[in-house]
């Protein structure tokens, strides 16, 4: 995109994808001070993110991703913005920063139905509620899923993992606390 960037990373380790994020941003911020004679930060704050579950939600981060372009009036269809990975997963062209995710997998038995089914995703367009959702779960960095794959995520990580209700609390809920 023009003002922001995509990714849908599965991690090797549990800080791979802040350990990318930190030095993508500190590399990159050197080469364009040095190249522009400027110096101090390029971007606004911090990158957002949300740990996804996989089944329903990654293909729907995927068709969310490759559709952004589309929604902003970029492009017309999916494979025709630069920076995509739909020519890689419809159309099977190389592309060394892409590894198949699982679900990518599941779609077929061999490459060709997998392709396949990948451009069936975009027949049509997401629907509003789940674009609303994607978004609110990345700007909130909450677990994108169930409800039962949020409380996982919050007892693995000793952390809130849904979006909490806004304002402040009832007194109930101060006094059983």
Same mark, same amino acid.
């Given at each position: ?77 999916? #494979?025709?913005? =630069? ?6 997963? +419809? /159309?099977? @062209? ?5 590894? &198949? ?43 994108? #899923?169930?409800? =039962? ?6 007892? +693995? /990580?000793? @952390? ?5 209700? &806004? ?11």
């Amino acid at each position: 995109m023009t003002n922001h960037v995509h990714l849908l990373l599965t991690p090797a380790r549990k800080n791979s994808a802040a350990l990318l994020m930190k030095h993508l941003g500190q590399r990159y911020v050197q080469h364009v001070n040095r190249m522009y004679g400027r110096s101090g930060t390029l971007w606004e704050g911090r990158f957002r993110s949300c740990l996804t579950q996989s089944e329903d939600y990654v293909l729907a981060c995927y068709r969310y991703i490759e559709f952004n372009p589309v929604r902003a009036g970029m492009v017309g269809e999916p #494979g025709a913005y =630069r920076w995509t990975s739909y020519p890689a997963n +419809a /159309l099977g @062209r190389i592309d060394g920063l892409i590894t &198949p995710h699982d679900e990518y997998m599941r779609l077929g038995h061999n490459e060709e139905a997998r392709r396949e089914a990948y451009r069936g995703l975009f027949k049509t367009h997401l629907n509003a509620e789940t674009v609303r959702t994607i978004r609110e779960a990345t700007n909130g960095n909450v677990a994108l #899923g169930e409800p =039962r794959f949020q409380k996982e995520v919050e007892s +693995a /990580l000793d @952390r809130r993992a849904r979006r909490g209700r &806004p304002g402040r609390p009832k007194a109930a809920q101060l006094e059983s606390e």
